[in-house]
């Protein structure tokens, strides 16, 4: 936090509806870490100016040296793939019990797209960040590069209700190998194309989505290839594909 800033705080204690939501996420967290759970989560939806842990942490009234929170994050207990998972089923159960009391069997549009958040260039320190192409600097000839990392996402939209369901971080194949120099045996990391991903996602989704409800998944071209289309095919009659040049702005302007 730049010297000389002052941030008001306004953060007394976490919403109830928000402790009891990550309750159910069932972390095995001591007492102090579901605080610092709670503090974090409750300051990214709330809070107001950068996302930075010393930035968030300022805002409550009552909370330990931000210090603290990084210590905990270095050392946490949970596995990502994990919590990821809960996260996406408890979502989309959600939004299934609040379509199913309308009596309906709605339309399901699944949305299959990617972001990089980008870093400054001199980072170097945190795993997955890499030099990735600029799709939107870039020219015809004229290639353009940025650090960061590339996050592979699954949004669901039923109805009126849209929900993140899934995410996977994509590392490039050279990224991957240099990431494993420094990994014991057990704790390398396999290489995986976007369509890997993809496919991982939507097998997780598939047994979670009523059976008589018609599903679509969306994507853009750069996903379009034969073994994504024949794999959607497969998950049965009702599932189909739709291209769109952005899914995630149809989807939004669709709510």
Known sequence: MPKGVVILKSIIHPDQALK????????????????????????????????TLSHLYAQWVDAPDASAVADFLRVSTWSEQSLDKRL???????????????GSSPVVYVSIDDSTSSKDKDTHALEG?????????????????????VHVSCRVQIGNHSVP????????????????????????????????????????LQPLLPKEWRVYVLFDSWYASAKLL??????????????????????????
Not at 22 to 28: E, G, V
Not at 93 to 98: G, T
Not at 235 to 245: E, H
């Open 230 to 255: 024949k794999f959607v095919r497969r998950q049965g009659k009702r599932w189909f594909v739709w291209a769109l040049s952005n899914p995630i702005a149809f989807l939004m302007a669709s709510v």
């Open 129 to 149: 960040v890499d030099w990735q192409h600029d799709h939107n600097a870039s020219g015809r000839n004229t290639p353009k590069y940025k650090k960061g990392m």
């Open 20 to 51: 009891q939501y990550l309750s159910h996420l069932s972390i095995p967290l001591s007492k102090p870490q579901q605080q610092h759970v709670l503090r974090i989560v409750e300051g990214l939806i709330v809070g107001n100016g950068r996302k």
């Open 88 to 102: 996406g089923e408890i979502n989309l159960a959600d939004v299934i019990e609040r379509v199913q009391r309308g």
């Open 165 to 204: 369901f899934a995410y996977r971080l994509y590392l490039r194949a050279k990224t991957v190998r240099n990431l494993n120099r420094g990994r014991a045996k057990e704790e390398r990391l396999r290489f995986q194309t976007k369509y890997q991903l993809v496919r991982e996602m939507l097998q997780q």
